[in-house]
């Protein structure tokens, strides 16, 4: 299936990977899961990437979880299929997979196992872009060890990948650098924020194309980026700050993400529990009953008319 141009916009966030008591895939909850996106007001929703737990599951159950999206949005929801693996040849197969099943958009997040030259990187992006020709790619580059690809690398890549069409950065003080890529690309790859979208505020200005955020807030994050995108910026200072402590918290540790995201949807009725495989954070007493304070402090947001945030109802009985 393909996409048009700049086709995502907006929160495109990314759904977690609900379990049983068993740690197998709960996929009624899933299906929960993509109709709470869908009330949200949201147009596109991201799986399995890190928040979803992705590293913890089969290749088999990265490509169910992408099915089971797809045929369940039924064409309600874009779905972004994230294909990672550090091998080049499983990457491919993943991809080719999750296009044959559906998919909107590809994803794929730059190999960051170990430190690699950008013409290493360079060799494994092309071929996978090459591999899907007539799909739209997003890359992803999240690098906890230094800084991510270079402008110039992402122009050279855009110049020989028409498919290339969108660019996920995850780092702090990048407003110059996404400036430079939209000007050395002449705005033609849709940039989007990740990491919670806690700099979302600076980069819509800039040009972001949108946010990838967790899916727990996406829909009141939809709210800030459309107030800060139309100009109402007072308006949207006010809405973030009110879910700023939930998201900082909770991006203190990956795995403690997962829990926090979880919990809150949990008591947004979304989800049965709060279950990630293991190994998985376990959080200490005082953390659970701060996790649920900020997790009601959220619920009080949502009932105050205010904010005028979309309405999502409960999808558990």
């Not at 407003?175 to 939209?182: D, L, M, W």
């Not at 979304?270 to 402090?297: C, F, G, H, M, T």
């Amino acid at each position: 299936m393909t996409t048009t141009e700049n086709e995502l916009f907006g929160v495109v966030p990314i759904i977690p990977t609900p379990f049983t008591a068993t740690e197998e895939i709960d996929e009624d909850s899933l299906r929960n899961l993509v109709d709470f996106a869908i009330a949200g007001g949201i147009g596109a929703a991201c799986l399995p990437a890190y928040a979803s737990e992705f590293y913890k599951l089969t290749d088999d159950e990265k490509l169910r979880v992408v099915k089971v999206a797809v045929e369940h949005a039924a064409g309600r929801l874009k779905i972004v299929a994230q294909s990672n693996h550090p091998s080049l040849k499983v990457a491919i197969r993943l991809a080719q997979a999750n296009v044959d099943a559906g998919a909107d958009v590809i994803s794929l997040a730059v190999p960051r196992i170990f430190s690699l030259p950008e013409s290493a990187l360079k060799a494994y992006l092309s071929e996978f872009l090459q591999a899907i020709p007539n799909t739209p790619v997003l890359i992803q580059d999240f690098n906890p060890g230094g800084s991510s690809i270079s402008v110039s690398f992402i122009q050279e890549l855009m110049a020989e990948n028409p498919n290339f069409k969108y660019l996920k950065l995850e780092e702090p003080l990048c407003a110059p650098k996404f400036e430079s890529i939209i000007q050395a690309t002449n705005d033609q790859i849709g940039l989007f924020e990740g990491w919670g979208g806690l700099y979302m505020l600076e980069l819509v200005p800039i040009g972001i194309r949108g946010v990838m955020p967790g899916l727990a807030v996406a829909d009141i994050l939809q709210r800030v980026f459309t107030l800060r995108k139309t100009g109402e910026d007072a308006k949207a200072f006010d809405l973030f700050e009110k879910i700023m402590p939930q998201i900082f918290f909770s991006l203190q540790n990956m795995e403690l993400f997962h829990y926090a995201e979880k919990e809150l949807l949990m008591a947004r009725g979304i989800l049965p529990n709060s279950i990630a495989r293991k190994a998985a954070y376990i959080p200490d007493p005082s953390s659970v009953r701060y996790i649920r304070e900020l997790n009601q402090r959220v619920l009080e947001l949502l009932s105050d008319e205010t904010y005028a945030i979309r309405p999502v109802e409960k999808a558990l009985v």
